[in-house]
């Protein structure tokens, strides 16, 4: 698997349902993002989780980390149809210095159905 | 305060011509970073680019792409004699002046190149 791959690929669910994304990687890091993208659209910043932190809310959004796993999820709950978008995760090394370059996986589309 | 300003929005060029792609950072943002996506694909580093530095350019291919960010004005990221493989969506990034590390990365809406 490459640095932060999402699972699953995609989920589909009712509105008022929580969707749960989970994303891996390989290396250690300083930061993790999460990042949501309507189609054809830019990418928006929804959250950021540090390496020291297990634990973060925003709105609707819970993220977990797991540095031990190397993993993370976000929860988004009671969802909306206007939350149908791909998610990403990214990272950023925490290596010689280039921990700019944020690396995304192939993301999750959710789909919420009304 | 707008947002990361991305131009143009779609970019349709025949093989063998040059695109130029622009982004203009989000005021007060001294740092810009060029990602490309191809289809189905999560976004790849390209290059990261201070005020008339480049910083990391190890994303972008060695031949035909390059990047600037000027004293004044937008950053340009050029492909010369542009190939199909070339088609992708840009997005450009950018982000305050301090410690990269601690910084959100805000995106633009991208640059849809279609070579055809």
């Known amino acids: 698997s490459q640095q932060g791959e999402e699972d699953p690929q995609a989920l589909s669910i009712q509105e008022g349902e929580n969707a749960t994304m989970n994303c891996s990687y390989k290396?250690?890091?300083?930061?993790l993002q999460w990042y949501r993208q309507n189609s054809g659209r830019g990418l928006v910043h929804l959250i950021l989780?540090?390496?020291?932190?297990r634990e973060k809310h925003s709105g609707r959004l819970r993220v977990t980390l797991d540095t031990s796993k190397k993993s993370s999820s976000l929860l988004i709950t009671a969802s909306r149809a206007a939350d149908t978008a791909s998610y990403f995760c990214a990272t950023d090394a925490n290596s010689g210095g280039s921990n700019y370059k944020l690396t995304f996986g192939k993301g999750t589309l959710l789909t919420v159905n009304p | 305060n707008a947002g990361v300003m991305q131009n143009p929005r779609h970019l349709v060029r025949r093989r063998g011509q040059e695109a130029r792609l622009r982004c203009s950072p989000m005021k007060g943002h001294s740092h810009v970073y060029w990602y490309r996506q191809l289809p189905e694909e999560g976004l790849k580093f390209m290059v990261y680019l201070q005020k008339e530095n480049i910083i990391d350019e190890s994303g972008m291919p060695k031949e035909r792409f390059s990047a600037e960010f000027p004293k004044e004005g937008p950053s340009i990221l050029r492909i010369q004699q542009v190939v199909r493989g070339d088609s992708a969506a840009y997005f450009c990034?950018?982000?305050?002046?301090?410690?990269?590390?601690?910084?959100?990365?805000?995106f633009g809406a991208g640059t849809r190149l279609s070579v055809l």
């Open positions: 990034a950018s982000s305050p002046p301090g410690r990269v590390s601690q910084n959100i990365q805000y």
């Open positions: 290396t250690s890091i300083n930061n």
């Open positions: 989780i540090r390496s020291n932190e």
